[in-house]
């Protein structure tokens, strides 16, 4: 069963070679795309015998794991999986994951290990924005796997089947909600989406961003939920500013809670903008 990992890389060599790293046991071909790295990426993975495919810019998750699946699907992988260069797999993560379905995610736990950082993740169309992941901050998560309403295209496996059906990721989102998407068009077609607690992955968490509550996080996720909310459950005139006035909110909390305060609130501001 020809597995393809596509690992998208922007800057961040260090987390990128600790990646490929840890996927050197698996049955699986990596395929690193980088979006435009400036900190010698390229040449360092390529110096470790990996493919690269240089996209020459950032074009964000979207569009740039976008290149790399199309490249795994026309060289006829049955399974392509999507990771961030920031995440590292657990010994024999792949094989739970390919016995569970069309399309699955592991348990992620954060880079110590130690604590959950999504095992699944509701979508509640009415709120606009996606909360905490399931299982989020406690201890690793057991059993079989179980549904969720949406995965998490970091760390995401899917069959050759699912990706021709579903389509690839929206890239007019750049990053973040573009796994919802994806997750809810799926879903739709009648396909599954399950979390397969047996494989597990650590992950550094919006390394490339800044971190969770950076401004940049902020805009993508309030900008992307909102767009995403509204395509698949529309709500008319007062839904729709109701929905948006509790998404801001949450958002411009977080921003009061960040380090960067000013910054974020102006992140919350451009969302609305560009919706």
Same mark, same amino acid.
């Given at each position: ?12 060599? !260090? ?27 390229? !040449? ?7 493919? @690269? $495919? ?6 964000? +998750? ?8 199309? @490249? &795994?699907? !026309? ?13 590292? $797999? !657990? ?15 592991? #348990?992620?736990? +954060? ?9 699944? *993740? %509701? ?8 909360? %905490? ?5 406690? =201890?690793?998560?057991?059993?079989? =796997?179980?549904?969720?309403?949406? &995965? ?9 089947? *699912? ?23 799926? %879903? ?6 399950? $979390?397969? =607690? ?21 805009? +993508? ?6 767009? $995403? ?13 109701? %929905?948006?006035?509790? *998404? ?5 909390? #977080? ?7 000013? *910054? ?12």
């Amino acid at each position: 069963m020809s597995v393809v990992a596509v690992v998208l890389s922007w800057n961040g060599r !260090e987390d990128t070679l600790a990646c490929l790293a840890s996927l050197a046991g698996e049955p699986l071909t990596p395929l690193v795309v980088d979006n435009g790295s400036t900190d010698g990426s390229v !040449e360092a993975v390529r110096e470790r015998g990996v493919e @690269v $495919v240089e996209n020459g810019r950032n074009l964000g +998750f979207a569009a740039g794991m976008n290149v790399g699946i199309r @490249v &795994a699907l !026309e060289r006829d992988a049955e399974h392509v999986l999507t990771l961030n260069n920031d995440v590292e $797999v !657990e010994p024999g993560f792949l094989g739970p994951l390919l016995e569970a379905g069309d399309v699955a995610c592991p #348990q992620i736990l +954060f880079g110590d290990g130690r604590t959950v950082w999504y095992a699944g *993740a %509701r979508w509640d169309p009415r709120a606009g924005y996606h909360g %905490r992941n399931m299982g989020y901050g406690g =201890p690793p998560v057991g059993g079989g =796997p179980y549904e969720t309403d949406r &995965a998490c295209g970091g760390a995401l496996v899917a069959s050759r089947r *699912a990706w021709e059906d579903v389509g690839l990721f929206d890239e007019s989102l750049f990053a973040y909600a573009e796994d919802t998407d994806w997750s809810l068009r799926a %879903r739709a077609l009648g396909y599954r989406v399950v $979390v397969v =607690p047996a494989s597990v992955v650590r992950h550094k968490v919006s390394a490339s961003s800044g971190g969770e509550g950076s401004p940049t996080s902020i805009y +993508f996720t309030l900008r992307n939920s909102l767009r $995403v909310a509204e395509r698949h459950a529309p709500l008319g005139p007062l839904g729709t500013a109701r %929905r948006r006035a509790v *998404a801001v909110t949450a958002h411009a909390l #977080q921003a009061l809670l960040s380090p960067r305060k000013l *910054a974020g609130l102006r992140a919350v501001a451009r969302a609305v903008r560009d919706l």
